[in-house]
């Protein structure tokens, strides 16, 4: 499911149940409604709620939820406000929608100055008949077509990294390996990490429990072994504030936002305030690369226009110089 569908399933969910209607007849209805592969999937979740099996175990068999869900879908479950976090997550992914397609739509700039800047320097060429068109396709839309599919293939994956925890992963250590990317990874990180767990504790999970859930489903291992070795710590009487601060990975600023929400008793508060911070700081990050970009690519374009009109020229000259006696 893309999340504009995940948000649709989880506000349509939490209206039918709340009408009374069971998680199996639920999860028919909204089969009933759906085609294609999102119809096989809410079969296998009715097929394994009608074996007796829970939600959350339905939902992580049929794979049709992200990772980071499943501890909320069980917490709801347990807590029976199967409806607040179903509406809870319907929003949550309305958001995600929303920063994913503001991200796709800024990079349409981009990527037709890039084509502009691969197809443009062989018209030149073209017209002047130093290449066929044969030539010209091959090497221009030819190689446009191949990173084109290389783009999709990379979003395509980076949309499956949010329901696949290995493939999450995966990007972030790649994303890791590139300097300029380096930070803006980390806080993407950091940022998911604290609305993860601040989503949790907001839905009812317990301290100790979200605080593992969260760890687990962070796209940064190093991040997770932090937290495994903080909860014992926290557990045997050491304030939380010590507690992360002994580990060197986190900001200040989030141990600063843990400390002081655990200390006014309004810890999911104070976690998705600076989640929302970080998620703004980072959304400026890409929008400042995404602005530069095309500025660059437009450059290289002038240059090579240039270029190409003086070697244009220069080639009649040499002609006319060879004439004169």
């Not at 593992?212 to 903080?230: D, T, V, W, Y």
């Not at 002081?260 to 911070?277: C, I, N, T, V």
């Amino acid at each position: 499911m893309s999340f504009a569908q995940l948000s649709l399933f989880y506000k349509n969910f939490a209206e039918l149940y709340s009408a009374g209607i069971d998680v199996a007849s639920t999860a028919e209805a909204l089969q009933q409604r759906s085609s294609g592969h999102d119809s096989q999937v809410l079969h296998s979740v009715s097929q394994n709620l009608r074996k007796g099996r829970s939600l959350h175990q339905s939902f992580r068999a049929a794979q049709c939820v992200p990772v980071n869900d499943l501890p909320l879908v069980k917490a709801a479950e347990d807590s029976g406000r199967i409806v607040d976090v179903f509406k809870n997550l319907s929003q949550k992914h309305s958001d995600t929608h929303e920063s994913i397609k503001k991200i796709r739509l800024s990079l349409m700039k981009p990527y037709f100055t890039f084509a502009a800047a691969l197809m443009f320097p062989g018209v030149t060429d073209l017209f002047s008949e130093k290449i066929t068109l044969a030539h010209y396709l091959r090497n221009s839309l030819g190689v446009l077509t191949l990173i084109t599919a290389g783009f999709i293939i990379i979003y395509n994956y980076w949309i499956q990294s949010y329901f696949d925890l290995q493939k999450a992963r995966t990007l972030h250590e790649v994303m890791n390996s590139l300097p300029f990317f380096k930070k803006l990874n980390s806080k993407i990180a950091f940022e998911k990490f604290a609305a993860t767990l601040g989503f949790m504790l907001d839905s009812g999970i317990d301290f100790f429990e979200a605080l593992k859930q969260s760890g687990q489903c962070s796209a940064n291992p190093k991040l997770q072994k932090a937290i495994e070795r903080i909860i014992p710590k926290i557990q045997s009487g050491v304030e939380t504030q010590r507690a992360f601060q002994s580990e060197k990975i986190f900001p200040i600023d989030l141990t600063s936002a843990i400390s002081l929400g655990s200390q006014a008793g309004k810890l999911p508060e104070f976690l998705k305030r600076y989640a929302d911070r970080i998620k703004s700081e980072n959304e400026s990050t890409i929008q400042t690369i995404v602005k530069v970009f095309p500025v660059i690519l437009y450059w290289l374009v002038i240059g090579q226009v240039v270029y190409s009109i003086v070697g244009f020229y220069s080639g009649y000259l040499d002609q006319a110089l060879k004439i004169v006696p």
